[in-house]
């Protein structure tokens, strides 16, 4: 029972963790796997087999080698120069992730609310101003009713659309051209990215643990939740005829399909947003505090406008350039960790 119970805290973090805003928002899959249609299947199913495989690696490996930072473990993986590389390109990516974060959060005001992007401007950093000053535990407790819901809720919008014939239609449509080779790239380029990012809560969570059984379990939990989230969010966003042309696809689907529910919707997905703002921005800090003994008031401000001079860019735009760019970068993380064999010891367990 105890390695059920903590399998499933690790699935947990780890679901957690992987689901970020633009997931909530349906973008980021439309940018990764539906705008591929019947591709978008493969690639989901090779990105459920790498979180499985690899998500489960970086744990066993964290346990191996007694990492207590992600810092640690790309010294592991990369070497000592290597790895202040890495650890720099991740304060980029968390930078960038932030970014599309709040230009995310300006255009569920413009895009569903009909407010301009400077309300959505002024309320998210208002809000991440007083968070920060006060406290994230509390907002962090959030995620455990906000996560569960979100997947409640796309369940009930994957019954809704598996109703109409015209979806399977859409789902199993083949592209003409090159668009395989695309599809199996973005697989791969998602996979590392989220990867890459997800360390940060792995590796600790599972030194914590230090039961190579319970995060085996919990890996492969994890990881097939995560396949079986995607592939539903794919069926749904399939039901779009241009799902690329929306910065926010789940939220014009749910105004058609499930009307009562709309602003219920809307509003997780705003805590989405900001839960992952927030985590990311002390991430952050967290990482620049290593380098520069200032004041956290000051990163903090750094922080925000740096972030809010990034996010002028179009959400949509603005994930589509990064989140890519960031998964190209991050094969090479993939591609080391996967090639770091298992000894038997590490297997044990």
Same mark, same amino acid.
């Given at each position: 029972?105890k ?6 805290q690790?699935a947990a973090v ?6 970020g ?10 940018e990764?796997f539906t705008?591929?249609r019947?591709?978008?299947i493969?690639s ?9 495989f690899l998500?489960?690696?970086i ?7 007694q990492a207590?930072? #992600? ?6 993986? #990369?070497?000592n120069?290597l790895s202040?590389?890495? =650890?720099?390109?991740?304060m980029?990516?968390l930078l ?5 974060m709040l230009?995310?959060?300006?255009a569920?005001f413009?895009e569903?609310?009909g ?7 002024i ?9 920060? *000053?006060?406290?994230?535990?509390g907002?962090?407790?959030? =995620?455990?009713?906000v996560?569960?819901m979100l997947?409640?809720f =796309?369940?009930?919008?994957l ?5 109409? $014939?015209?979806?399977f239609t859409s ?7 090159l668009?395989?080779?695309k599809?199996i ?6 996979a590392?990215f989220?990867?890459?990012l /997800?360390q940060a809560?792995l590796v600790p ?7 190579? *059984?319970i995060v085996?379990?919990?890996g492969?939990?994890?990881g097939?939740?995560l396949?079986i989230?995607?592939?539903?969010s794919?069926i749904i966003?399939?039901?779009?005829? $241009?799902?690329i ?5 789940? /939220?014009?689907i749910?105004k058609?399909a *499930?009307?009562g ?6 509003l997780? &997905?705003y805590?989405e947003i900001?839960?992952?703002?927030i985590g $990311?921005?002390?991430g952050l800090?967290?990482q620049?505090h290593?380098?520069?003994?200032i ?18 860019v179009?959400?949509?735009e603005?994930?589509?350039?990064l989140?890519p760019?960031f998964?190209?970068?991050s094969l &090479?993380?993939?591609?080391?960790l996967w090639?770091k064999?298992?000894s038997? $010891?590490?297997?044990s367990g």
């Open positions: 029972m390695k059920w119970t903590g399998a499933l690790v780890y679901v957690g963790t992987v689901i805003a633009g997931f909530a928002t349906g973008r980021e899959i439309v990764f705008q591929y019947f591709w978008g493969i989901i199913l090779i990105v459920g087999y790498l979180f499985i998500g489960t690696k744990m066993l490996k964290a346990i191996h080698i207590t930072s #992600f810092e640690q473990f790309n010294v592991y993986l #990369f070497g120069i202040k590389i890495m =650890n720099a390109f991740m980029i990516m960038g992730v932030c970014a599309v230009s995310g959060a300006e569920l413009t569903q609310l407010f301009s992007y400077t309300i959505g401007s309320v998210t950093i208002s809000l991440s101003l007083f968070v920060m *000053a006060v406290g994230v535990k907002l962090f407790a959030v =995620n455990t009713f996560v569960p997947i409640i =796309n369940f009930i919008l019954f809704n659309s598996i109703r109409s $014939n015209e979806i789902l199993l449509h083949i592209p003409e051209g668009i395989s080779i599809a790239i973005s697989a791969f380029s998602y590392a989220n990867l890459a /997800a809560v969570i599972a030194v914590e643990i230090n039961d190579k *059984a085996k379990l919990g492969f939990i994890g097939s939740l396949t989230i995607l592939f539903s794919h966003l399939s039901s779009l005829p $241009n799902p042309l929306f910065d926010i696809p789940m /939220a014009i749910v058609g *499930a009307s529910i709309y602003f219920i919707y809307l997780i &997905i805590g900001f839960t992952s703002l $990311n921005m002390y800090e967290r620049i290593r380098y520069v003994p004041g956290s008031f000051w990163i903090h401000g750094g922080i925000i406008i740096l972030v809010y001079i990034i996010s002028r179009n959400y949509g603005l994930l589509s350039i989140y760019f998964g190209y970068v &090479i993380f993939l591609f080391i090639m064999p298992l038997s $010891n590490e297997k």
